[in-house]
């Protein structure tokens, strides 16, 4: 073979067609981090346990349907005490419990909600530290960025990998909760009250997969090892908590009703999540004594402090992601 026949057989010619847009790129982002993530067999224990919550709830919502039919009969001491130890509410004077029926399941739900944060700590720890950390670990990131990936594409395939299992372990335990539960014991009074329950819990649900998130990505963000970000996500997580407990004891109830007591992530939430149920409203409006469902009730903080606190740690979280991403894509666009 000549030297002009081994130059023909090997010239290279531009390509005539046009690169894909990468429209459903985050899709795959996402159904590849799932996979992996559900690759550790202690990620899919902590996902399974929301059987276990929503067997739980379920049989609180059979017996307290049960207590409606057998009120003033000798069963009912039994079924009394237990939703006053499960529930926090203390309906042991009352004929019709049937009334009290929808703040009985409201007040379940954010009680399981308050459980299901501890999992949530747990899960996240697990699935998010790595996210972009092992990214930076290994310098993919400039891999990732050429076209058609973009960091709005990268950093919202990345949440919607932590918002999945944050879903499993809490918002799709709930909604079946709920659909079990009515199932069961026929519901609300009416679909529109079921229906407003499930929306409510959707709410619920989106507000912690929107700021749990994004705070775990800003966190992976900034380092390449994934051990300190689980670290660092405990600490924001527990220490907010230690400290909001301190102030709580210290200081007087209405000196914590505004920015005092807003601290802790995890109250901020569970204070908006009772304020979207409409709890403390329900029982102030029923007509039990306040020493019957005080304790179901969380520290009495105004909601609007709550959401600009949780609203500011999600507006930083984001602006840290955005940041750190575009840095390496501007690196990688000069490669």
């Known amino acids: 073979m000549t030297t002009a026949v081994t130059s023909r057989s090997h010239r290279y010619d531009r390509w005539s067609g046009e690169l894909n847009k990468g429209r459903w790129t985050w899709l795959a ?10 690759k550790g067999q202690v990620t899919r224990v902590l996902v399974m346990t929301g059987g276990l919550v929503v067997l739980g709830s379920c049989i609180v919502l059979y017996i307290v349907s049960l207590l409606e039919v057998v009120v003033g009969t ?18 042991s004077g009352v004929a019709q ?4 029926r929808e703040p ?15 999992w949530l700590l747990l899960v996240v720890a697990r699935v998010g530290p790595g996210l972009i950390a092992r ?15 973009t960091p709005l594409t990268y950093l919202t395939g990345k949440w919607l990998v932590v918002a999945s299992f944050i879903a499993m372990v809490m918002l799709v335990p709930n909604l079946l909760t709920l659909t079990i539960g009515s199932m069961i014991t026929g519901g609300l009074h009416t679909w529109g009250q079921t229906l407003s329950l499930a929306l409510e819990l959707i709410l619920s649900g989106a507000m912690v997969c929107v700021v749990g998130g994004t ?5 992976s963000s900034l380092t390449s090892d994934h051990r300190y970000v689980a670290v660092a996500w405990v600490a924001v997580c527990v220490l907010t908590m230690i400290a909001q407990g301190i102030i709580n004891e210290n200081l007087p109830a209405k000196a914590t009703s505004g920015w005092l007591g807003c601290i802790s992530l995890r109250d901020n ?40 606190v949780l609203g500011a740690w999600t507006v930083a979280a984001i602006l840290v992601c955005f940041w750190r991403v575009i840095r390496f894509s501007r690196f990688a666009a000069n490669l």
């Open 29 to 38: 982002i996402v159904v590849t981090g799932i996979r992996l993530a559900l």
């Open 74 to 91: 000798n069963q009912a001491r039994g079924l009394y005490e237990f939703v006053q130890v499960f529930l926090r509410v203390d309906i």
């Open 97 to 100: 419990i049937e009334q009290f």
């Open 104 to 118: 009985l399941w409201r007040s379940m739900f954010l009680l399981t909600i308050k459980i299901q944060m501890l």
């Open 135 to 149: 990214d930076l670990r290994s310098r993919a990131l400039p891999i990732y960025f050429a076209k058609p990936v």
């Open 215 to 219: 705070i775990i990505l800003a966190l």
């Open 269 to 308: 939430m569970v204070i908006l999540t009772e304020w979207l149920f409409g709890i403390r409203e329900a029982w102030g409006a029923s007509s039990l004594p306040t020493e019957a469902f005080s304790s179901v009730l969380v520290r009495p903080v105004r909601p609007i402090c709550a959401a600009t």
